[in-house]
Nanobody, 116 residues
């Protein structure tokens, strides 16, 4: 069983920065893609960014140039550096790790609130 634990969320003013972390238990992290997703208040969960095991990244248009996804496979940890935050970035942020046979593992989420 894989467990993912996010941390680093909080309350920040617009223009500020946060660094989210996601620590994975188990041995699948380094061999599989991971991603960050968010769920704004009253809306559906949406993709923020993904990164392959080799480091190839993909971003939602809304965060390109402001957010950076990265990973440290030796530490089983993924990161999301979020800069120039906007009120519309507010939401619960989840990390996700792919697994064989279409399985996906999710963390419990961390709240990010950006005040104007």
């Amino acid at each position: 069983q894989v467990q993912l634990v996010e941390s680093g969320g909080g309350l920040v003013q617009a223009g500020g920065s946060l660094r989210l972390s996601c620590v994975a238990s188990g041995s699948i992290f380094s061999m599989n893609a991971m991603g960050w997703y968010r769920q704004p208040p009253g809306k559906q969960r949406e993709l923020v960014a993904t990164i392959t095991p080799s480091g190839r990244t993909n971003y939602a248009d809304s965060v390109k140039g402001r957010f950076t996804i990265s990973r440290d496979n030796a530490k089983n940890t993924g990161y999301l550096q979020s800069n120039s935050l906007k009120p519309e970035d507010t939401g619960v942020y989840y990390c996700e790790v792919d697994a064989p046979y279409g399985q996906r593992y999710w963390g419990q989420g961390t709240q990010v609130t950006v005040s104007s």
